[in-house]
């Protein structure tokens, strides 16, 4: 779910404006995956623009209060929610620990960086879900230190199903600032797209393997 609709097109027009969120339909982006994708999104670009950062904070903040009360601790996702994190954390007072992709092969080993105690509430902060498998795999850590997660929220999401689905196997509840059908319909308003190409677009969305430029 998204946290509040109004916001949600603000985000999206700051994403489209900073080129934080790229869309290109003729020469399509590889994923890891081997996916072709008319999206690109990099929210680490966000922390370049005070302005936009700064309201992102905020609305990080707000959401954390609106759906999961005051935490014990944040917690940020390697490498993309670590700064973003931090700045809710600091909005809220609140300490702050971030969680690496996997422990480390040497020093104290560990995954989760940062002084915590177990039985904590954490919310935990993330910059993008696509499938939901980083997030859920910090989540997962988290849980095997005995900390007590509240939820996750992101910037942004693509809205696959398989997400949606990931995390509600996982028990986790997640909120959004916004996602990858608002931003759409932002970027038509703002005449980024067509609407021969928001069609497409939305093809990809419903079916990234077999989509095609």
């Known amino acids: 779910m998204i946290f509040n609709e109004d916001k949600a097109l603000k985000v999206a027009e700051f994403l489209l ?34 302005q936009i950062r700064t309201f992102i904070r905020q609305v990080y903040t707000e959401s954390v209060i609106e759906y999961f009360g005051k935490p014990d601790v944040i917690a940020g996702v390697a490498t993309g929610g670590i700064a973003h994190g931090a700045l809710v954390a600091q909005e809220l007072g609140l300490p702050f620990i971030y969680v690496r992709n996997e422990a480390k092969a040497h020093g104290m080993g560990n995954q989760i960086e940062g002084y915590f105690e177990a039985g904590q509430k954490v919310v935990v902060i993330e910059d993008l879900i696509s499938t939901g498998g980083s997030s859920l795999k910090a989540i997962e850590a988290l849980r095997g230190a005995d900390l007590d997660v509240k939820g996750l929220i992101a910037i942004f ?10 995390f509600v196997k996982a028990k986790c509840p997640f909120v959004t600032l916004t996602n990858y059908d608002i931003m759409l319909n932002k970027a038509l308003d703002n005449n980024l797209i067509s609407e021969a190409d928001l069609t497409s677009l939305r093809q990809w969305k419903e079916n990234p393997g077999k989509w095609k430029k």
Do not use: M, V
Request: aromatic fraction near 14%; hydrophobic fraction near 30%.
């Open 17 to 50: 404006q900073i080129k934080s969120i790229k869309l290109n339909l003729k020469e399509p982006f590889k994923w890891a995956s081997g996916i072709n994708s008319p999206i690109y999104c990099d929210n680490r670009i966000t922390l370049s623009y005070p």
């Open 157 to 166: 999401t693509y809205g696959f199903d398989i997400a949606n689905k990931n």
